[in-house]
């Protein structure tokens, strides 16, 4: 078998979860890939059968170390599945040049799906280390502001739209 055959390719489906606070503070990340970039939590589905809640449940998870609904472990953030909102909202971009080699040869547009979620603002986060440099909350103008993707600053700009109050 070669390995072209034997590599993993990235499925070009993903989620992009915007955490915020009720007060309409925005975590985010910067990637330890790229310094100087910052972002929501994002990540691709694991597999075509993995739902994008799940997918992003899980992202959320490890990326930040913030629980989704699971019962609190020992020195573990945990919030309610209620927090998290689908937004129903999908974006189509052109994937960066530098990251296309983690896709299947051809393959060149992402369908990102957006989620948010609310958390309190004491909640712990533990950055996974080779993903993320550091964490920064921001007012959601200043987060957007931010964002090196336009589909990450879009989403944010639409916060206070999305938030039930």
Request: with cysteine; glycine share 4%; hydrophobic share 40%.
């Amino acid at each position: 078998m070669s390995d072209e055959t034997q590599k993993t390719y990235k499925i070009p489906e993903s989620v992009l979860v915007v955490i915020h606070t009720a007060q309409l503070e925005v975590l985010l990340l910067e990637r330890a890939d790229r310094p100087g970039f910052w972002q929501s939590v994002t990540g691709s589905r694991d597999t075509p059968e993995e739902s994008l809640s799940a997918t992003a449940v899980r992202e959320v998870e490890e990326e930040t170390g913030i629980r989704i609904g699971a019962a609190q472990t020992q020195g573990q953030a945990t919030v309610p599945p209620s927090a998290l909102r689908d937004w129903q909202l999908s974006n189509v971009y052109e994937i960066y040049p530098v990251w296309r080699h983690r896709y299947a040869p051809g393959v060149t547009r992402n369908t990102e799906h957006v989620f948010g979620l609310q958390v309190p603002r004491d909640i712990v986060v533990q950055l996974a280390p080779r993903e993320h440099l550091q964490s920064a909350w921001l007012p959601w103008r200043e987060a957007a502001d931010r964002c090196f993707s336009a589909s990450n600053a879009e989403a944010i700009l639409q916060l206070p739209t999305r938030i039930s109050r």
